[in-house]
């Protein structure tokens, strides 16, 4: 279960179906360094490598310029998340962050 306000940024959280996540500091992204800017989103692919991607809640400057995606946060504590998250790498893998849990689409 995964609420926003109350999140370990050295911790890394079970969203269930296989999925964990893990808060990202925006200290890259000049924002101040404890500031959670969103989270890695990791699960296994079918041939057992681990897949990791980032979804990102606050904006950098330079998004629209290379054309990364944003997520509206719905609801922060337990977290929803829209629109879905869905692995490039082996589309099949697509769900939601919804009530702090993952939901396969
Ligand atoms: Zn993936």
Partial sequence: MINLDDLDPTKEYDLGQGWTFKPVLGSRLSFPEDTIVGASVNHLLPNGEMCAGIVRWIKSGD??????????????????LDPSIQCPRHPESHGYIREGKWVNA
């Fill in 63 to 80: 998004d629209e310029k290379y054309n990364r995606p944003i997520w509206d946060i719905i609801q922060r504590n337990p977290l929803t």
